[in-house]
């Protein structure tokens, strides 16, 4: 294996320290080197993943070094996709409402302009009477 990582949730209690890396070299394990941002951020480069693992709060989490964005893990995905659909639920109940209030409205209408209809009749009917 040419270069693997262990990251210990309890902050170093199983290996040390919460995150090590380590890479073949010359048929040997040597650790890599950690470094910490101006955030304090810890996070070790892998040349082989070509990606930063990071200590943030306890988790592990993973940025791209070029562009210093973060990748999602699965938590973070279901949290979007729950917010997701709430807003999805939320415009779909507003939806429905605007809906029923537009055939309310229409059927209003429709009485309305019946109820012109019958008094314009009446009217042609008195007229035509006199």
Do not use: M
């Not at 304090?40 to 709060?57: A, D, H, K, R, V």
């Not at 562009?67 to 917010?83: A, I, K, M, S």
């Not at 209030?101 to 309305?112: F, I, P, S, V």
């Amino acid at each position: 294996v040419p270069e693997y990582w262990r990251f210990d949730p309890t902050g170093g209690e199983h290996y040390g320290k919460p995150l090590v890396g380590e890479r073949l070299l010359d048929g040997e394990y040597q650790p890599f080197n950690l470094n910490a941002n101006s955030d304090g951020l810890t996070f070790g480069y892998s040349p082989i993943l070509n990606i930063n693992l990071c200590l943030q709060e306890g988790r592990l989490t993973f940025q791209e070094p070029d562009t210093g964005r973060y990748l999602t893990n699965l938590e973070e995905t279901q949290d979007v996709q729950e917010t997701h659909q709430t807003t999805l639920a939320t415009q779909e109940a507003a939806l429905a409402a605007e809906q029923a209030a537009r055939r309310e409205t229409e059927r209003t209408l429709a009485q309305e302009r019946a109820r012109v209809r019958e008094l314009e009749e009446r009217l042609r009917r008195s007229n035509t009477s006199e």
